[in-house]
Every structure is written in C-alpha cells, then in structure tokens.
C-alpha cells in the first residue's frame, strides 16, 4: 500500500515538473515571437494607434431669479447660469 502512495506521489511530482517546463517554455517563446512579429507588423502596416473613446456631454442652461442690491434698492434679476452634464 505504501508503495503505491510513494509511486503516486513521485508521478505527480514529475508530471507537475513537467508541465512547469512546458509552460514556462511556451510563454519564452509567445514572449520572443511577440516582440519580433510586432516589429515585422509596424514595418509592413505602421505602428498601432490609439483613439480615445468618445465623450457626450448635454450642455444646460438653467435661469434663476436672484436679489440683488443696487443703489440701496433690492431689485429682481434673472442670472442665466449654463454648466455641461456628463
């Protein structure tokens, strides 16, 4: 019975130290070949662009009546205040 534990666990063991070989090996190689084929793609099509993503705003124009002191009278006027809504 022991043996079989032993042999299982050395089995994992190895098939885990092999699947870290061949990933670490895939993404060297992912890694080499984005940098050259980026290189190839900027000389036969330019290099990429970067656009910014479209903003919308809605301009509001709101009138308040305010008080105001003029010459010692209050007088009413409407003050006229426009901000943009995101």
Known sequence: MTKRIIAIIAIFLGVSVAWMILG?????????????????????????????????????????????????KKVEEMKTETYNEY
Do not use: F, M, Y
């Open 24 to 72: 670490s090996s895939v993404n060297s190689r992912t890694i080499h070949q984005d940098v050259t084929l980026r290189e190839e793609v900027g000389q036969l099509w330019g290099s990429a662009q970067r656009q910014k993503a479209p903003q919308v705003w809605n301009k509001v124009t709101t009138q308040k009546q305010v008080s105001v002191t003029k010459d010692g």
